[in-house]
């Protein structure tokens, strides 16, 4: 009894194998252990009078609902994530790569077939005996035929796979993270146009209301025709520029039903102007090293790095022999009424070792491009951390200057408006010409239009680290992670039954 358990562990050994994979570990973060402090980075905002803080949660904890309080907005980016069809592949992808993996994965089974054959075979009467010239043959039975991974090779694939699978679903995570950013970032440009068309026609109201006193004194002989031509030059402009900037509107508009996909809906609720967007200013940008947990680019980088990794032990193991056992049972008769009467059993047992000899130094090359590869994926893996890290670090510098910009240029405003109105004043005195009047209102036109750009960038900058931090995944704060293979509206597509999930990695 204990010789037989003996022989059923080293059987389950034989089957199970061992893998010839490197110990994975995970290269060192290519980073500074802290973001940078002091200059442009020691004025980062907190939560300013009466705005919403995010109270020491980390960017990844925030809910998008809770970043973005327009309700159009959010309007919005709930319509992109059930119908932008890049999303959509996406997820597809995933479906795909787990079907991969299935396949991979049932290479470590055996394989069994049910067959029925007949054949019919002729022989020439001086060679055949009893002067029986026909001959026929009826089977029915089972083939089955099996792979030992000894060494691990069958296993190595499929760990590449389901490595594979993972990058795949972070690859996922990251896109429908990129894209409420996108949507976001759109959006304001919509609003952006919107201010920008409002400044002008307001500028074009003005300009035409002054440009019809000059033409009027002209009439009367009090002013020169210089006078005339430059007001009529700040019309010019403002209507140029009115054209402009609707045409950058529909375009605006353009991109952002392309990431909805599908048409702005009539029954969108009302949205908030570009200076009342109250994003969340003072989310704490915690350490570099927390940015691989939550960017789920960084995960993906890291999972082709372990299929990689996996594909190593799948080379080295093609050096080693390879065992298979094929087999039948079944029966075997001459006529088909034959087939299951006693005695017409048959079966075959075909075990085959296969040792590689000489491919010519293929096995080598294998196993040298999987190293290759493997160093690529490191490469990529660093690169990734490295662009998550500035990322993150220009977001902290715009964010630590963009408000004292805004609040200078919100003076600038109100000084250029101030001069307006006394050059305007002094012209109709006769105190100076009209060329004050046109520069006056040039410069508040062009610092009109730079703080309103000024808004949009800062907006955009908190946008954007929200998403650097890893923020978008979750839709209100407090909930629970969705698994980054969770199912989405174009199909369902469950995670592998494996120890490791990418439901654990959230």
Known sequence: MRRLSLMAAAVA??????????????????????????????????AGEGARTAQGVSGAEIGWRDFFVDARLQRLIDIALKNNRDLRASVLNIQAAQAQYRIVRSELFPAINAQADQSKQRTPRNLSFFDRTISNTYSVGLNASWEIDLFGRVQSLRDQALAQYFSTAYARKAFEISLISQVAAQYLQVLQADDLLQVTEQTLKTAQESYNIVKLQFDNG????????QSQTVVETAAANYQAQQRARAQAVNALVLLLGEPLPDDLPAGMPLNEQDLLTDIPAGLPSNLLTRRPDIMEAEQNLLAANANIGAARAAFFPSISLTGSFGTLSPTLGGLFKPGSAAWSFAPTITLPIFQGGQNQANLDLANIQKNIQIAQYEKAIQSAFRDVADGLAARGTYDQQIQALERDTAAQQRRLDLSTMRYRQGV????GVLTAQQDLYSVQQTLITARTERLANLVTLYQALGGGWIEHTGDQPRPADAPADVGSASAPQTASSPAAAG
């Open 222 to 229: 009090t002013a020169s025709e210089l006078d005339l031509s």
């Open 432 to 435: 100076d010409s009209y060329l």
């Open 13 to 46: 050994i034989l089957a199970t194998g061992c893998t010839m994979e490197p110990k994975y570990e995970r290269p060192a973060a290519p980073v500074s252990t802290t973001f940078p402090t002091g200059g442009v980075y020691a004025t980062q905002p907190g």
